[in-house]
Structure formats: structure tokens, C-alpha cells
């Protein structure tokens, strides 16, 4: 029998783009995904530092993107 591990690697979210967070150790973004509805891609980041919602880039949204059924 062929056992196979798989790596979990848990993606770092980027740090928040404001100037008094960026200071904070802590000052990471978190996936808010309250207003998802029935559009996967419809979150935003949200700082808990400065409670401000900031856009996720193309990239960040290829990245952090939750796929159905995973």
C-alpha cells in the first residue's frame, strides 16, 4: 500500500496597508467573509487593529480563494 503525506501550509495574510498598523506586530488581515452570499469571491480583509476593510487584490483573491467543496 502506497501511503502519501500531504503538507498543510497555511498562507500568511498580508500585512494592513495602514500607516498605524503597519507598525503592529499583530497588524495582519483577516479573511471577512460575512457578506459572501451566494459569491465566493465577494470578501474582503478586515484589520482588527484599525476595524478598516481594504480590497484584496487579483492576486490575493487567486490565493486565498476558497474553492467549493474543499
Same mark, same amino acid.
Given at each position: ?7 498543510? +501550509? &497555511? ?15 499583530? =497588524? $495582519?488581515? *483577516?479573511?471577512? +467573509? &460575512? ?15 484599525? =476595524? $478598516?476593510? *481594504?480590497?484584496? +487584490? ?13
Amino acid at each position: 500500500m502506497l501511503v502519501t503525506t500531504h503538507r498543510h +501550509t &497555511t498562507l500568511v495574510t498580508p500585512p494592513c496597508p495602514g500607516r498605524a498598523c503597519r507598525a503592529d506586530l499583530h =497588524g $495582519r488581515l *483577516w479573511k471577512d +467573509t &460575512t457578506h459572501l452570499r451566494n459569491a465566493p469571491d465577494n470578501w474582503r480583509w478586515y484589520c482588527t487593529g484599525c =476595524g $478598516r476593510h *481594504w480590497m484584496p +487584490t487579483r492576486e490575493q483573491f487567486d490565493r486565498h480563494r476558497t474553492v467549493p467543496g474543499t
